[in-house]
């Protein structure tokens, strides 16, 4: 038997071995795509043609849906809000923890485990039983019906997931960058930001697009805090649409779609920087 023949003799049970697993893929991306597609086509639908003819094409591509849910919930006024206060959570979690996680990861103390411990308890809490606690805190603080009030909210819950995120990500770093930092008369806010941070950039973009993708999506913490529509956000203004007797669920689609519109262009911005994280993260001790 030729080298050729034997090679591919053994090529094809390796071929047939990654089967189950591409089948696996193929079906998990219909059970996306699927959503989406709906998605997409019923922006472009009546409420009739949804009901008639769910996965069909739509009878015209006329942007009417589009136009009338962007004017009739303001949302333009809305997603100025969304934006604030998304991107306010996302700088300041990124900048706190990053600050907590520094010394968590840089400097050899013997509370270290402790501390890291008491933050991933963090992400183990659900905060949403505790809304009742919080809302009383944020009233007492006078943050109620304020933007400021919802970034702090936020960065508070995403700071234990950052905290973490980073602290893996600085702890593989040689300890020699820091020295020569110092050496040279830099002081611990210069080599955490200076230094640190931009070797470090997939941890920033893994968590800025998590945070965003948690806090722009986000329906329930504006509506306890929120009642002045001056400062309701994107998910608040898309419930309107969603009536008791009738829902018009053009404008529902249209809505949607606008809403995903800025995180899919962070996630296509910040894509690169994520799968390299993804691939380091995987060979961090």
């Given at each position: 038997m030729s080298a050729?023949?034997?090679?591919?003799?053994?090529?094809?049970?390796q071929k047939l071995a990654r089967l189950p697993g591409w089948i696996i893929?193929?079906?998990?991306?219909?059970?996306?795509?699927?959503?989406?597609?709906?998605?997409?086509?019923?922006?472009?639908?009546?409420?009739?043609e949804i009901y008639d003819n769910r996965l069909g094409l739509p009878q015209s591509f006329a942007f009417d849906n589009f136009v009338r849910a962007w004017t009739r919930a303001d949302l333009g006024h809305n997603f100025i809000n969304s934006l604030i206060v998304t991107g306010g959570a996302v700088v300041l979690t990124i900048v706190v923890s990053a600050m907590a996680?520094?010394?968590?990861?840089?400097?050899?103390?013997?509370?270290?485990?402790?501390?890291?411990?008491?933050?991933?308890?963090?992400i183990m809490l659900p905060i949403r039983l505790a809304s009742v606690e919080l809302f009383t805190l944020m009233r007492n603080l006078g943050l109620l019906d304020s933007l400021?009030?919802?970034?702090?909210?936020?960065?508070?819950?995403?700071?234990?997931?950052?905290?973490?995120?980073?602290?893996?990500?600085?702890?593989?770093?040689?300890?020699?960058?820091?020295e020569a930092a110092r050496m040279d008369g830099a002081g611990e806010t210069r080599i955490l930001f200076q230094i640190v941070l931009p070797m470090v950039k997939p941890a920033v973009s893994i968590?800025?697009?998590?945070?965003?993708?948690?806090?722009?999506?986000?329906?329930?913490?504006?509506?306890?805090f929120i009642f002045d529509d001056r400062y309701k956000t994107v998910p608040l203004a898309i419930s309107v649409f969603v009536g008791q007797f009738r829902?018009?669920?053009?404008?529902?689609?249209?809505?949607?779609?606008?809403?995903?519109?800025?995180?899919?262009?962070?996630?296509?911005?910040?894509?690169?920087?994520?799968?390299?994280?993804?691939?380091?993260?995987?060979?961090m001790k």
């Open positions: 050729a023949s034997l090679q591919q003799g053994i090529a094809i049970p893929l193929l079906i998990w991306t219909a059970a996306v795509l699927l959503p989406l597609y709906i998605l997409v086509v019923s922006c472009f639908k009546t409420t009739a996680a520094y010394p968590l990861s840089r400097y050899k103390l013997g509370w270290n485990g402790i501390m890291l411990g008491l933050f991933l308890s963090g400021t009030g919802l970034i702090l909210v936020y960065s508070a819950i995403r700071i234990p997931f950052a905290v973490f995120i980073f602290a893996n990500f600085m702890r593989v770093l040689p300890s020699e960058l820091d968590v800025a697009i998590f945070t965003a993708i948690a806090v722009w999506n986000d329906f329930f913490f504006p509506l306890i829902t018009d669920w053009g404008l529902v689609f249209a809505s949607l779609a606008i809403s995903m519109a800025p995180i899919l262009i962070m996630y296509c911005l910040l894509a690169r920087q994520i799968r390299e994280g993804v691939g380091a993260g995987g060979g």
